[in-house]
Each structure stands twice: as structure tokens, then as C-alpha cells.
């Protein structure tokens, strides 16, 4: 019998002493959230990668994702003992105001090749940074009669420094940006005022954004717009006013959907005391003022508003 086990003890200890080679790439940690950066500046995190196995392992390259995010100060090769760790640095540099999420990756000879690690930040803009304003940041326009127009006014605002806006646009034909010579530069706490012009070409409800491009950080400033195309109703408005002193020699007639904004809708001077407007829409109230234009071509200001409800059917 004792015979017989010592033949099974030595082939026991020959599969003990047996080398296993393996090679193993771990981080620590895997995820990092960089939490608010403002924008401009930078804010740098350590990975702690280690060689877990008992083979030399060999970091052969590297790539990441995601903007604003970089590798620091590690170059690719590079070589790990059994048991040893590096600190991989990573940077994230926010461009602009938000949140992002990227990824790194390295490749090496570890029996998995691929090592992926997360991260998140925010950037935030720098308190002293210029910022544009759009208000109101949400402009409905009401019922428009298809084939006429209505305007509404948008106040832009620079703060903390001057904003330059170069260009702007609108994602829908429908609604038009107007009054704007750019390149225009607006002073830090100024203000200027934009034209936007709704024009339907068909019953149903519109909507798009206009949007400004600038160099304040949180570019492009957007403001959101909605209307409604109604088609043209039987319903007319018929105004009359007083005549003017003697040396007038004809008349303006604003309409508006919103008291205190209003849009020209005769296309040539009037003569007479009187107007019919008949591209009102069914359901919608309406304020309207004229004006008197002299020999000189000199406009007056507003007269008193005059308002009309337009029945719905």
C-alpha cells in the first residue's frame, strides 16, 4: 500500500511546481466624474493601472473620445512588471458650457487587450465670460392668415463682456430674422432689439428656432418659435379716424396681434380717413393705430388703439 502511493504524491508535486504564466492590465478606478470645469480651464485625474499577473505585460497604444478629454503625460510603449503599477493622467479642458462623457482605451498584451475606462464632467462657463441673452426666449406669433405676415420683437442682452454675433438663422422659412447688419457687436449690459417675421404658406400649426451665433459661450443662443397658418375667412375690419392738420398728405395704417407691437399693412400711403383690412383671421383679436405722414415724408407716432375680435366662424 505505501508503495503503491508514492507514485501519487510525486506526480502530485510535478503538477504543483508547474509554471503558470498569465499577464493581467487592471484600473483603479475604472470611472471618473470630473464634476463642474469651467470652461477655458483644465482639470487633470490619475488611473492607477496595474499588472496583477506574473508576466511582463507591454501597453502598446492608446485612443479616447469624447470632447474635451485627453490623455496627460504617458507615452505608449510602455512596459509592466508582474505586481507593478503606473499612474495613467487624463485631463478634461470643457470648450463650451454642458455636460460631456468620453472614454479612454488602451491595448496590450494582457490576456484581455482591450481596457476601457469612463469619465464625465460639466463645463461651466467663468463667471467674467461674455454670455448672450435672448428674451423673450419663446416667441408665438397667434393665428396668421396664410399669405400675409406678423412680426414680434426679441431683445438680445451681452453680459459680463461685449458679444459679437456673426451670423443667425432660422431652421424654418416660415419665420424670417430681420433687422440685424452683421456683423454687429453688442457692449457688455447693452441691449439690442431683432425683427422676427412669421409668414405661413399653409393652414396648420409652425414651429422652428432662430438661432444666433456668437462668441459668448453659450453660442449659439436659440430662441424657440411657434405660429399658426390660418386660411383667409370673410370677416373684414373696416377703421376710420379723423383727418389730419392741413399739411398732411396721407396715412399709415399698424396692425398687431399683441398690443404695443405692431406691423405696417398698407403697402402705399392712404389718402383717405378710412381702411378696410380683410386678411384677418377667424378667432383672432387684433389692436390697430395709424399714423399721419406729412409734406416732408416726417411720420407721426402712434394714434389711439383701436381694437377688433374677429368672430371664429
Given at each position: 500500500?505505501?508503495?503503491?502511493?508514492?507514485?501519487?504524491?510525486?506526480?502530485?508535486?510535478?503538477?504543483?511546481?508547474?509554471?503558470?504564466?498569465?499577464?493581467?492590465?487592471?484600473?483603479?478606478?475604472?470611472?471618473?466624474?470630473?464634476?463642474?470645469?469651467?470652461?477655458?480651464?483644465?482639470?487633470?485625474?490619475?488611473?492607477?493601472?496595474?499588472?496583477?499577473?506574473?508576466?511582463?505585460?507591454?501597453?502598446?497604444?492608446?485612443?479616447?473620445?469624447?470632447?474635451?478629454?485627453?490623455?496627460?503625460?504617458?507615452?505608449?510603449?510602455?512596459?509592466?512588471?508582474?505586481?507593478?503599477?503606473?499612474?495613467?493622467?487624463?485631463?478634461?479642458?470643457?470648450?463650451?458650457?454642458?455636460?460631456?462623457?468620453?472614454?479612454?482605451?488602451?491595448?496590450?498584451?494582457?490576456?484581455?487587450?482591450?481596457?476601457?475606462?469612463?469619465?464625465?464632467?460639466?463645463?461651466?462657463?467663468?463667471?467674467?465670460?461674455?454670455?448672450?441673452?435672448?428674451?423673450?426666449?419663446?416667441?408665438?406669433?397667434?393665428?396668421?392668415?396664410?399669405?400675409?405676415?406678423?412680426?414680434?420683437?426679441?431683445?438680445?442682452?451681452?453680459?459680463?463682456?461685449?458679444?459679437?454675433?456673426?451670423?443667425?438663422q432660422s431652421t424654418s422659412s416660415e419665420f424670417?430674422?430681420?433687422?440685424?447688419?452683421?456683423?454687429?457687436?453688442?457692449?457688455?449690459?447693452?441691449?439690442?432689439?431683432?425683427?422676427?417675421?412669421?409668414?405661413?404658406?399653409?393652414?396648420?400649426?409652425?414651429?422652428?428656432?432662430?438661432?444666433?451665433?456668437?462668441?459668448?459661450?453659450?453660442?449659439?443662443?436659440?430662441?424657440?418659435?411657434?405660429?399658426?397658418?390660418?386660411?383667409?375667412?370673410?370677416?373684414?375690419?373696416?377703421?376710420?379716424?379723423?383727418?389730419?392738420?392741413?399739411?398732411?398728405?396721407?396715412?399709415?395704417?399698424?396692425?398687431?396681434?399683441?398690443?404695443?407691437?405692431?406691423?405696417?399693412?398698407?403697402?402705399?400711403?392712404?389718402?383717405?380717413?378710412?381702411?378696410?383690412?380683410?386678411?384677418?383671421?377667424?378667432?383672432t383679436t387684433y389692436y390697430y393705430v395709424t399714423?399721419?405722414?406729412?409734406?416732408?415724408?416726417?411720420?407721426?407716432?402712434?394714434?389711439?388703439?383701436?381694437?377688433?375680435?374677429?368672430?371664429?366662424?
Open positions: 500500500m505505501a508503495m503503491r502511493a508514492f507514485p501519487l504524491v510525486a506526480l502530485l508535486f510535478c503538477l504543483a511546481s508547474a509554471p503558470i504564466w498569465a499577464q493581467d492590465l487592471h484600473c483603479e478606478p475604472c470611472w471618473h466624474s470630473f464634476g463642474k470645469v469651467q470652461v477655458g480651464t483644465s482639470s487633470s485625474y490619475s488611473m492607477q493601472l496595474s499588472n496583477t499577473g506574473n508576466k511582463t505585460l507591454r501597453i502598446t497604444s492608446e485612443s479616447e473620445q469624447g470632447q474635451g478629454f485627453s490623455f496627460g503625460r504617458f507615452q505608449v510603449p510602455v512596459n509592466l512588471k508582474p505586481g507593478a503599477s503606473i499612474e495613467l493622467p487624463i485631463i478634461f479642458t470643457p470648450t463650451a458650457k454642458g455636460y460631456s462623457h468620453g472614454s479612454f482605451e488602451l491595448v496590450s498584451t494582457a490576456k484581455d487587450p482591450q481596457l476601457s475606462m469612463f469619465v464625465t464632467g460639466v463645463g461651466e462657463a467663468n463667471s467674467g465670460d461674455p454670455q448672450l441673452g435672448v428674451s423673450p426666449s419663446t416667441l408665438n406669433f397667434g393665428n396668421v392668415t396664410v399669405g400675409s405676415n406678423a412680426s414680434l420683437q426679441a431683445t438680445l442682452t451681452a453680459s459680463n463682456a461685449a458679444v459679437t454675433i456673426s451670423s443667425d424670417d430674422i430681420l433687422g440685424l447688419n452683421l456683423p454687429v457687436t453688442i457692449p457688455a449690459g447693452q441691449i439690442l432689439q431683432v425683427t422676427i417675421q412669421f409668414t405661413p404658406n399653409a393652414s396648420g400649426t409652425a414651429s422652428g428656432k432662430a438661432g444666433f451665433l456668437s462668441n459668448a459661450t453659450n453660442s449659439p443662443t436659440v430662441a424657440q418659435l411657434t405660429g399658426t397658418g390660418v386660411a383667409a375667412s370673410s370677416h373684414t375690419v373696416d377703421l376710420s379716424w379723423d383727418a389730419g392738420t392741413d399739411n398732411i398728405v396721407g396715412y399709415n395704417v399698424y396692425r398687431g396681434i399683441v398690443q404695443g407691437t405692431y406691423q405696417q399693412i398698407n403697402t402705399a400711403l392712404d389718402s383717405s380717413t378710412n381702411y378696410t383690412d380683410s386678411t384677418v383671421a377667424s378667432g399714423t399721419e405722414v406729412n409734406a416732408k415724408g416726417e411720420e407721426s407716432g402712434y394714434s389711439n388703439v383701436a381694437k377688433a375680435v374677429i368672430p371664429s366662424s
